[in-house]
C-alpha cells in the first residue's frame, strides 16, 4: 500500500498542521527491554506468505540458473527436475499447462529452486518458491510467489517508503508491513494467495528491488509486530496526513479503537503535504458519467461538510439538470487518487476550469509514512513511532 493501497484520502487545513506539530516533548533515551514473545497470536515469524505476482492470458519467462524441482501441487508429489532456460516460457496451451515446451500433468505446480539460488519471473528474481495455476477467467495463469515472511518484507520496504530514510522510520514501516501481512492473512485460507504485490496489499517487487539499509531495518525488528488486545492490527499506512490522521470510521465507515486518528506535525513540510489540480469542469462531468453518476454540464461544486480532520465528507455536484451528492472519497477514487491526493482539498471555480488545493497524499488512516520520517528525524524511537499512530498498540515478538 504505498501511496497507495488504501488509498483514498487524506488532508487538513493549513493552519491545523502548523500547530500541531513541533508540540510534542522530545523523549530522553532509556532502556527498554526486549518485546516478550506473543502468545495470543497464533502466527510464527517463520510463516510463509503468498503474494500474487501477476494474472496473465499470455506466456510468462521464467528462468533459473540451476535445475529446478516441479512438484504437483494437488498430489504434492515431485513431477519434473528441470532446468529452465533464459527462453523458457509458461503458458496455457489446449487447456493444459506448459513449462518450457513440455505438457505437464498438473494444473497447478510449484517451482522450488536449489538453495541460494532463485527464480525469475519475467527478469525478476523472487526469493522463495513460485505457484503456477491455471485460472479459470481468461484461460490464464497466476504466478504466486510463496516465501517467508521476513524475506517478504524485504521485498515491501524499500518500495513502500525511500530506503535513505532514517533508520527507526524504516523499523516502524518494517512492523507496520509485517503486521498488516499478517493481518491480512488470517481469513484467507483456503483462497489462492493471501496478499498481491500491489497497492491493493502493499508494494512487493522481490529481491532486485531490495536495499542494504531496508534489509537491515527489518533483521532489526525481525518477529515484531504491532497488536491490540492480543490481536495483529490493520495497521494502514498512507504517505503524508497533511497534519492530521483520520478516525477509520469516517473514511471506511468502521469503529477501530487504535485508528481514531491523531495530530501529526511531523510531515508538513514534506513534498506531499500540499498539491493542487486543475480540471475543466467538461472533462469533470465526462468523468463522472463514465462512473454512472447522473450529471449534465457541471456547473458547481459544494463542500458538504468535514470531519474533525479537515477532510471533507461529502461533494455536492451542480449541474443544468440537478444537484447529485457523492462521499468524498469517491469523488477522489472518480477523478483519480493521484490528482485528487486527499479529501482535505478546497475548490476554487475559475469559470471553465475547477482548482483544487490540498493537503496530504492517501486515505489518512494509521501510520503517516512521512511523519515516520519526521519523527525519525527528531530523534524518536521506531516504537514510539508506531505507538504515535496506532493508539494504545503494543510491540510483540512472534514466537519461533
Ligand atoms: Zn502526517
Known amino acids: 500500500m504505498t501511496k497507495q493501497s488504501v488509498i483514498f484520502t487524506g488532508i487538513a487545513i493549513l493552519a491545523i498542521s502548523a500547530g500541531c506539530a513541533r508540540t510534542q516533548p522530545m523523549i530522553k533515551p532509556v532502556y527498554h527491554p526486549p518485546p516478550a514473545p506473543i502468545k495470543s497470536v497464533a502466527a510464527k515469524r517463520l510463516v510463509n506468505v503468498r ?12 528462468f533459473s540458473l540451476r535445475a529446478v524441482k516441479v512438484y504437483d501441487m494437488r ?24 513449462l518450457d515446451q513440455r505438457f505437464l500433468t498438473a494444473s497447478r505446480i510449484r517451482l522450488v529452486p536449489e538453495a541460494g539460488e532463485y527464480i525469475r519471473v519475467r527478469g525478476k528474481r523472487y526469493r522463495g518458491q513460485i505457484d503456477i495455476a491455471c485460472h479459470n477467467q481468461n484461460n490464464g495463469l497466476q ?5 517467508p515472511l521476513e524475506d517478504y518484507i524485504q521485498g515491501v520496504v524499500p518500495n513502500e517508503v525511500p530506503a535513505s530514510w532514517p533508520l527507526e522510520a524504516l523499523k516502524a514501516q518494517a ?18 494467495y493471501d496478499l498481491d504485490a500491489s497497492t491493493n496489499s502493499q508494494v512487493y517487487r522481490g529481491l532486485d528491488s531490495e536495499k542494504e539499509a531496508a534489509n537491515l531495518a527489518v533483521k532489526h525488528t525481525r518477529g515484531l509486530v504491532a497488536v491490540y488486545q492480543g490481536k495483529f492490527i490493520a495497521a494502514f499506512y498512507h504517505s503524508n496526513c497533511g497534519g492530521r490522521t483520520d478516525n477509520i470510521r469516517n473514511v471506511w465507515g468502521s469503529n477501530i479503537k487504535y485508528l481514531t486518528g ?7 513540510n514534506n513534498p506531499h503535504s500540499q498539491w493542487s489540480f486543475e480540471i475543466t469542469k467538461a472533462e469533470l462531468g465526462a468523468r463522472l458519467r463514465r462512473h454512472n453518476i447522473p450529471v449534465q454540464e457541471m456547473e ?93 498498540v503494543k510491540i510483540r515478538r512472534l514466537k519461533d
Request: proline share 2%; net charge positive; glycine share 12%.
Open 262 to 268: 491523531s495530530l501529526c506535525g511531523f510531515c508538513d
Open 175 to 192: 512492523i507496520a508491513a509485517r503486521t498488516f501481512a499478517l493481518y491480512k492473512m488470517s481469513g484467507r485460507q483456503g483462497q489462492p
Open 51 to 62: 503474494v500474487l505476482l501477476l494474472k496473465s492470458s499470455g506466456s510468462i519467462p521464467v
Open 75 to 98: 498430489t504434492k508429489k515431485l513431477i519434473m527436475r528441470t532446468r529452465l532456460n533464459d527462453d523458457a516460457l509458461v503458458f496455457i496451451k489446449e487447456g493444459r499447462l506448459m
Open 300 to 392: 458547481n461544486l459544494a463542500i458538504q461538510g468535514r470531519d474533525s480532520s479537515g477532510r471533507i465528507l461529502k461533494i455536492g455536484l451542480d449541474h443544468t439538470d440537478g444537484t447529485e451528492s457523492l462521499k468524498a472519497s469517491m469523488f477522489r477514487m472518480i477523478i483519480g487518487p493521484d490528482r485528487i491526493r486527499s479529501t482535505n482539498f478546497y475548490i476554487n471555480d475559475q469559470g471553465q476550469k475547477m482548482e483544487f488545493r490540498g493537503q496530504g497524499w492517501g486515505h489518512g488512516v494509521g501510520l503517516c509514512q512521512e511523519g515516520a520520517w519526521g519523527m525519525a528525524r527528531a530523534g524518536y524511537r521506531y516504537d514510539e513511532i508506531l505507538k504515535h499512530y496506532y493508539i494504545g
Open 143 to 147: 504466478i504466486v510467489n510463496y516465501i
